[in-house]
């Protein structure tokens, strides 16, 4: 009989990228004597492939905060009585809505006048838009329109830390925190309203910085009950008479139930929060 042929002793090991279980590990085989028929050749055993192992997905960014005023909600309105003078004569309305989306944040105010007052005054709106971040509101775009007039805005380019004024006012340089004439109000909430705050506030035409002096706690009495507030005074610069003031009302998450504003010629108008929704 014709000796088979001489099996391999070692045979092929598999791609290092899987480890054979040692049960099918072929051991080697001596020569013996065989049959005229050729064995048949050992195979190496199947290489398994591997699996990739997952990719971990990347952690997306936090979300950004809700204001405190929001108290879960993405949307809000208020409704303001307004009133002229120490004898509180009412001369219209005021609507502050907001809403969230995003990351984004949308605020509006629109003041009609009502009665007598309506025959000389006009409706005003403003309206500021702009980033919810971790240090508040990042206002984006700034609009001030009153009625029979062209509407004013300013934009804020933070990368670029500018601030441009429309209707050919140029440009002016953008402090970090900087607020508007509506923004700014809700922005207070958020510095905690119980000390004094300086905040950069920009109009349609410059950008100044208002400090809000902390007046100290009062008690009002508003349309829908006495109401825990927090008030809060800016004075004009160069000005002793006109100021702006806001009584924030902890029990909403800060919301302004009051502004008042004091004109250069000692003129009062107060807006009184009459309904929270």
Do not use: C
Request: hydrophobic share 35%; net charge neutral; proline share 12%.
């Amino acid at each position: 009989l014709r000796p088979s042929p001489r099996l391999r002793r070692n045979p092929p090991a598999p791609p290092p990228i899987a480890a054979v279980p040692a049960s099918e590990v072929v051991a080697p085989v001596a020569e013996v004597p065989a049959p005229e028929a050729s064995a048949p050749a050992v195979e190496p055993p199947p290489v398994r492939p591997v699996e990739e192992a997952a990719s971990e997905p990347a952690s997306a960014p936090p979300p950004p905060p809700l204001p405190p005023w929001a108290a879960g909600a993405t949307t809000g309105r208020i409704r303001y009585i307004v009133y002229y003078g120490e004898n509180r004569f009412m001369i219209g309305e005021a609507i502050h809505e907001w809403r969230l989306e995003a990351g984004r944040y949308f605020l509006r105010s629109t003041a009609e006048p009502k009665g007598l007052a309506a025959l000389r005054g006009r409706t005003r709106s403003q309206s500021s838009e702009g980033d919810i971040t971790a240090d508040g509101l990042r206002p984006r775009t700034f609009r001030d329109q009153r009625e029979g007039r062209e509407a004013e805005t300013v934009s804020f380019d933070w990368e670029n830390n500018r601030a441009a004024f429309a209707g050919g006012r140029g440009e002016g340089i953008l402090p970090p925190g900087a607020q508007d004439m509506l923004s700014v109000f809700y922005q207070l909430a958020w510095r905690g309203g119980r000390r004094t705050a300086e905040i950069p506030v920009a109009t349609t035409s410059r950008i100044g910085r208002s400090t809000f002096e902390w007046i100290g706690e009062e008690m009002l009495d508003l349309p829908a009950g006495p109401v825990a507030t927090l008030h809060l005074r800016a004075r004009a610069g160069g000005n002793a008479v006109e100021s702006t003031e806001v009584w924030l009302a902890p029990a909403h998450g800060g919301l302004p139930v009051k502004i008042r504003h004091t004109d250069r010629k000692g003129d009062i108008y107060d807006q009184v929060a009459d309904k929270l929704e």
